[in-house]
């Protein structure tokens, strides 16, 4: 094979152009998985044992660096494909320093944190929550006063009594 070419018809810069763009796509995979597990164990935290809040808290820590390094291993794949595009001598690579030290500090705090979730679920799992106590609650009712009977429907009216007519003498 000549010319650099892995397979015939495929250039050297294809193959850089398709390493650029797994890397970014795995990287952009991290970053939602990891925000993923944040978001739902907090919206379900309310629900969570008290006894291992502090295994899901460390996993936050870990999930949320994850998602800040993968941040910046896109930006600096940004900067070494704009450094290439400005040097046309320079070949665009992920081996750099700063795409693999984001990348691998990225993986390390990704698996930290999805182990820490591990480890909260089979805590919360194998150590239930006690039952609860049985709560009394006292309700203290004030006194309203009765309310009167409306008055019974108005029926035909009573006839008011008349005097005898008196006779007249004749």
């Given amino acids: 094979m000549g010319g650099g070419a892995i397979l015939p018809g495929v250039s050297t ?6 390493a650029f763009d797994v890397l970014s796509d795995a990287t952009k995979q991290m ?13 379900f935290s309310k629900d969570l ?14 999930l949320t660096l994850s998602v800040i390094f ?4 896109l930006f600096n794949i ?13 070949l665009p690579t992920i081996a750099t320093a700063g795409i693999r030290f984001f990348s691998i500090l990225q993986i390390l705090v990704f698996g930290a944190g999805v182990a820490l979730v591990f480890v909260f ?3 919360a799992l194998f150590n239930p ?3 609860p106590a049985p709560t009394t609650v006292n309700c203290v009712v ?11 429907p108005a029926s035909l009216p009573t006839p008011v009594p008349q005097p005898a007519p008196t006779p007249i003498p004749k």
């Fill in 121 to 123: 679920g089979a805590y």
């Fill in 31 to 43: 970053i939602t998985v990891g925000s993923g597990i944040v978001t739902a164990t907090a919206i």
């Fill in 49 to 62: 044992p008290a006894i291992g809040r502090g295994w899901v808290m460390a996993s936050w820590i870990f």
């Fill in 142 to 152: 004030s006194p309203t006063p009765r309310p009167t009977p409306p008055p019974a």
């Fill in 13 to 18: 810069a294809d193959w850089r152009a398709k």
């Fill in 129 to 131: 929550a006690p039952p």
């Fill in 70 to 73: 993968g941040c910046f291993v």
């Fill in 78 to 90: 940004s900067g070494q494909l704009l450094k290439a595009a400005n040097n046309g001598a320079l």
